[in-house]
């Protein structure tokens, strides 16, 4: 059973543009939900993060918009760069020290 | 934000020997750390949660005995892949849990190459 469910698996943007991947969860116990972003043979890196009190936040080109219930989150990368191209993972989380569920990643190219 | 450490980056061993992969948070302490594996173009399995001065926790289908954790301190977990075989070839990766937030931060993970 797949708890956090990603889409979508691959994407392409032109440099510039807008990126948006979509996640989706069944467990309404989870209270925390990051993103992160992984480069070739390297470890994610931890993007931006949100908790279900909020609807949004953003940091720099990154934003998370986040509806409780419609159990759905999503990353929006705006004017998207060729340094942006990566995997990344939407993953949630109960508790503080509880495992993460990953989605399953989308592969992000961004064309110069 | 918070580093953590793994080491070996990357290592090459016969089959049948041992490997010990190291964790450390480097500045903060970390009362758990969980050990992942990665398969190419596949999100991250979690194999284990490591929880300082207690045996680890590991999930269904994961071998404790090939899989050896140990979490000896606040800043160090090690995984020991004991009589490596050519199928546990994988990218491990293994992350900590930052207390104060509760925001995991990830090493840069280690491959593994067993000939």
């Not at chain 2, 450490?5 to 290592?11: C, E, G, N």
């Not at chain 2, 071998?63 to 546990?88: M, Q, R, Y």
Request: hydrophobic residues 35%.
């Amino acid at each position: 059973q797949q708890q956090v469910k990603q889409s979508p698996q691959s994407l392409i943007v032109q440099k510039g543009g807008i990126s948006i991947i979509n996640c989706a969860y069944e467990n309404t116990a989870f209270d925390y939900f990051p993103w992160y972003q992984q480069f070739p043979g390297k470890g994610p890196a931890l993007l931006i993060a949100i908790r279900p009190d909020v609807s949004e936040k953003k940091e720099g080109r990154f934003t998370i918009s986040f509806n409780k219930s419609a159990k759905q989150f999503s990353l929006h990368i705006m004017d998207s760069q060729p340094g942006d191209s990566a995997t990344y993972f939407c993953a949630a989380r109960r508790g503080s020290n509880y495992k993460l569920t990953f989605g399953k990643g989308t592969l992000l190219t961004v064309n110069p | 934000g918070a580093v953590v450490s793994q080491h070996p980056s990357w290592v090459i061993c016969k089959s049948g020997t041992s490997v010990k992969i190291e964790c450390r948070s480097l500045d903060f302490q970390a009362t758990t750390m969980f050990w992942y594996r990665q398969f190419p173009k596949q999100s991250l399995m979690l194999m284990a949660t490591s929880n300082e001065g207690s045996k680890a926790t590991y999930e269904q289908g994961v071998e404790k005995d090939k899989f050896l954790i140990n979490h000896a301190s606040l800043t160090l977990s090690t995984l020991t892949v004991t009589s490596a075989h050519p199928e546990d070839s994988s990218f491990y990766i293994c992350s900590a849990s930052f207390a104060n937030t509760g925001e995991l931060f990830f090493g840069e993970g280690s491959r593994l190459t067993v000939l």
